[in-house]
């Protein structure tokens, strides 16, 4: 399961041990609160963090996520 090996990805990552208690799954309703909305459909605006971090930040975010 994908969040059994992020679990595993953070232990290895920050060197603390991993975690043995099972998560739980909840609603991002239950979670959230009301009115949450994770919807696909949005498009991060990236203006204010160019700005803030300028080209090696965009760059960095190109090679990423490529």
């Known amino acids: 399961m994908l ?3 992020l679990q595993q990805v953070y ?3 920050s060197g603390e041990p991993a975690l043995e208690e099972p998560t ?3 609603s991002s309703k239950e979670f959230y609160g009301e009115g949450y909305d994770d919807s696909d459909k ?9 700005r803030q971090l300028g080209i090696a930040f ?3 975010y190109i090679f990423v996520f490529r």
């Open 58 to 60: 965009f760059l960095s």
């Open 42 to 50: 949005r498009i991060p605006d990236m203006t204010i963090i160019n």
């Open 24 to 26: 739980v799954d909840v």
């Open 11 to 13: 232990a290895n990552v």
């Open 3 to 5: 969040k059994l090996f």
